[in-house]
C-alpha cells in the first residue's frame, strides 16, 4: 500500500508506517487518498482504523500566544562565508586572527603595562605584562614549566618555577592566548601571574519579559540502532501536552538542537553494523517526520555535528534543503544567536574529547567543567589539532561575546553549570549506550531534556524515559 501511495505523491511518516496493519484494506487506502494529505500522520490513520486517539481537550500553550523572537548574529557564523583554501597564507591569518581578538580582551581585562615581545630586550631586570600565543610547552628536568611563546612582533621564553602560579602553569594549553606577568631574566621571563581572558566577574542575569521556556537536544542520533525512539516521540507528546508537567510543557516556544541530528555515514570504521537506517537522506527524512509532528507554535533551531552530512571541520555551515526539508533555523556550527534578547552560543563540542585529554581535573561525566574551560579562554576549541578544524581567516571559534546561555552536546552526558552568569548546558542524548561507550566505560544519560524558564532563570531536566 505504501508504493502506491507514494505513487500519487502521498507519504507516510514511519510512525504511521508503525501502526499500519499487516494487509491493509482497500477501504482504508480510499479513506487515505480521500484525506487529500501529502503526508499521513500516525494520527491519522489510528483516527481511520477507529481507534480512539487520547487528545487531551484543554491544552492551549501559552507560547502559542507569541510571536517568535529570534535574532542570528551570521556575523559569526561561517554559513555561506568558507574563505580558506587551506594554505599558509590562511593559517597565519587564523592565528593572528585569534591573537588579535583575544588579546584585545586581556588588554581590557588586566592591569600593568603590556609590553610588545620585540620591546623585551629594553626592559630587562624589569616586572612587566605580555600577551602571547603559546607555540609550546614542556616540562624542565627540574620540574619546571617552559613555555615557547610569541606576539604579532617576536618570541620569546617563559618559565613558571613558583609554586602558586605552578597550578595555573598546567592549565595552559598549547594555543592559548593568555598573559604572563613577572621579571625578566634574560633569555627568560620568569612568570608570576598567568590570566586567560574570561568573562567578566561581574554580569546581570537577562531575564524574558514573557514567560516562555526554550528546550535544549543534541545527539539524536537518527537511524543508529540505538536511538531511541519510544521517548523522543514522548518528547514530542509532552509538548502537545500529553503528559505530567502540562504547565511547563506549554511555555516551550524555542527548540535548540546542537547538532549529530542523525548517525550519518562512514563516520567511523564498520560503523554499517551499528545503523538500521543506512542512507543518510533516510535518516534525516526521519528527523523531517520529527518536525512535522512537533506544535506548531515551536520554533526549531538547529546547527550540524560531526555525525551530520556538511563538511567535518570546524567551523561547520548549515545544513541545508537538500538534507532535510522543514522550515526551522538552520544555522552553522558554532553560531550565536538571541531568543528574546537570550544571548545563545551553540556549539556541538566536538572538541570536548581533546580538552578532556589535556586539561587536568575534566572528564566525561561533568562536560559542563570543560565549557567552563572555553569560557574561560574564549575559545571553543582552544588546541589545534586536536580536533579537525578549518583554518578560515576569521577564528569563528572565538568566544567574541558573553553569552547567557553556552549550549554544547557531543559526550552524551547531561551537564549543567553557571559560570560568571552564563548557564552552561550540555543536553546529553537520545542515543542508547552503544558497545563503544560500554569498552570505554562512557555511562550516557538519554532522553533527559534540559527545559529552561527564561522568564525566572530556572533550568528544569524533564526525563523521557519513562511516561
Ligand atoms: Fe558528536
Known sequence: MIGDLSARGIRLTTDAEAV???????????????????????????????????RPSFFSPPAKEYSANIKIDHRLDVTGKSRTKGGVDNFVSHFRNRYERISRMLRRSGTGDNIDLCDVVRHINEKVRIIVLVSDVRETKKGNLLFEVEDLTGQFKVVVSNEKAMEKARNVLKDDVVAFSGKILEPFLIAEEIEWPDLPVIREKKRTEIDVASAYLSDIHFGSRYFLDKYLDTFSDWLHGRGEAKELAGKVKYLNIAGDIVDGIGIYPNQEKDLVVKDIYRQYQMFDDFLEDLPDHIEVIAGPGNHDAVRRGEPQPAMGKDLFESDIHRVGNPCSFSIEGIKHLMYHGTSIDSMIASVPGTSYSHPEKVMTEYLKRRHLSPLYGGNLIIPENVDYMVVEEPPDVLHCGHVHKNGYTQYRGTFVINSGTFQDRTDFQIKQGHVPTPALVPVYEMKYGRLHTLDFKSS
Open 20 to 54: 499500519l496493519p499487516s494487509n491493509p484494506p482497500n477501504e482504508l487506502f480510499q479513506k487515505i487518498l480521500a484525506l487529500g494529505k501529502p503526508l499521513i500522520s500516525r494520527e491519522d490513520i489510528l483516527l481511520l482504523i477507529n481507534v480512539e486517539v487520547k
